[in-house]
């Protein structure tokens, strides 16, 4: 079955996005700062507390969907169980701003292993669910997933050399 692109599947996505920039313009216009680097540890913070929030919701049901593209999660199931917990303490050390470097270098390594799934999932032309959301909402795996885990990569990538 091949995958056809509906932007109605990624309503939700888009919507969280939004809400997640949203908060940080207006945390950068209630501190005065508008610092690109603090931008990007506070939108970094928002992406991984809410999306790993959401994964906790059905924590089982999204531990066996990334068990299904994830290169850890596929050999390890209890990572899919753990993962969430992972996103929402980066969160936390951005949000802090606690350790940065290490949580970018966590980070940036866990998004190329995410990269690479999302990418061996899209190029085997499997119809997969992204758990990016937890299976709260049935996103397609697609570029799209992709695109956020790089997004993330060269946000860490840009901490630790910036």
């Known amino acids: 079955m091949k995958y056809v692109f509906k932007l109605r599947s990624y309503v939700p996505l888009i919507i969280i996005f939004a809400v997640i920039v949203g908060f940080v313009i207006i945390k950068a216009a209630i501190t005065s700062n508008f610092l690109s680097a603090s931008l990007m540890l506070d939108f970094m913070a928002g992406f991984f507390l809410v ?91 697609s570029f799209v997933s992709l695109g956020e885990d790089v997004i993330m990569a060269i946000m860490a990538f840009m901490i630790i050399w910036g």
Do not use: H
């Open 51 to 141: 999306f790993g929030g959401f994964k906790l919701i059905k924590l089982p049901a999204f531990a066996e969907a990334y068990g299904m593209y994830d290169l850890i999660a596929k050999k390890f199931k209890f990572y899919g169980f753990i993962y969430p917990f992972i996103e929402i303490g980066l969160g936390l050390m951005f949000l802090l701003r606690f350790e940065v470097i290490t949580a970018a270098w966590i980070t940036l390594i866990l998004m190329i292993i995410n990269s690479i799934g999302a990418l061996n999932g899209i190029r085997d032309k499997k119809v997969l669910m992204c758990a990016c959301l937890g299976t709260v909402f049935k996103l397609p795996m």
